[in-house]
């Protein structure tokens, strides 16, 4: 019996030990024409052993960089698309930068910074301060959700500015107008629940009046009946 220990690394697991065997026969081949031919017959069966690489971006170039490395780095054949080097399937991804925000502010989100650098190019006028007023109220929001607790408007206001590196300044202004809009939606919707509530027992306090008044209304008609 021979064991997958006594056999040829696989160098890709996924495509299993077949696609591999069949890879090296490719290889032994004696002239190019007959190994491209090959080549294209296992790019084919590669391709139906794994179909989830269809839905990805370029999955044709995508199989035959993996039939390269199936073959070590060592194929002589005709393809459509040059093979990777070892040096290139080997180099490390650039680092991801991402946003740094400044302070413990992390639950107020990049598109918050963004808007912010917005609203710092824009020159003084309704448009600005139109913008500044959606910032602070979405920065209320995301506070309220991520803290679970009502915060002040006096509060968001000193946020805005650290954030803002002292560029756009509402500490001056009691409270934001317009950071009310939050609060009204939730109550109108408490509202809302609450008076489908009241409309749904009263059809329930109607429907059992009707089916009391049927009940009788059988009640005295049997009497009725056991009389004559």
Same mark, same amino acid.
């Given at each position: ?7 040829? #690394?696989?160098?890709?697991?996924? &495509? %299993?030990?077949? *696609?591999? @065997? =069949?890879?090296?026969?490719?290889? /032994? +081949? ?71 925000? #400044?302070?413990?502010?992390?639950? &107020? %989100?990049?598109? *918050?910074? @963004? =808007?912010?650098?917005?609203?710092? /190019? +824009? ?106």
């Amino acid at each position: 019996m021979e064991y997958n220990t006594q056999r040829t #690394q696989l160098h890709m697991p996924e &495509y %299993g030990r077949i *696609i591999q @065997q =069949l890879v090296e026969r490719c290889k /032994e +081949l004696p002239t190019k024409e007959e190994r491209s031919e090959m080549a294209m017959a296992i790019i084919d069966f590669m391709g139906q052993r794994n179909p989830q690489l269809r839905d990805e971006e370029n999955y044709k170039h995508k199989l035959w960089d993996h039939l390269f490395i199936l073959a070590e780095y060592d194929l002589d054949v005709d393809s459509p698309y040059p093979f990777p080097t070892r040096e290139q399937l080997a180099e490390k991804p650039k680092r991801m930068e991402y946003p740094k925000l #400044q302070g413990d502010f992390k639950f &107020y %989100g990049k598109s *918050i910074l @963004q =808007l912010i650098d917005k609203a710092i /190019e +824009l020159e003084p006028g309704d448009e600005k301060e139109a913008l500044i007023e959606v910032i602070a109220n979405n920065m209320k929001k995301s506070y309220n959700v991520y803290n679970k607790e009502h915060v002040t408007d006096d509060v968001i206001f000193r946020h805005l500015k650290e954030l803002s590196e002292n560029r756009l300044d509402l500490t001056g202004i009691e409270s934001l107008e317009k950071s009310k809009i939050y609060y009204t939606s939730n109550n109108n919707s408490r509202n809302n629940n609450s008076n489908n509530g009241r409309n749904n027992n009263a059809r329930n306090n109607s429907n059992t009046s009707n089916n009391k008044d049927q009940t009788n209304k059988r009640r005295h008609n049997n009497n009725h009946k056991n009389r004559k």
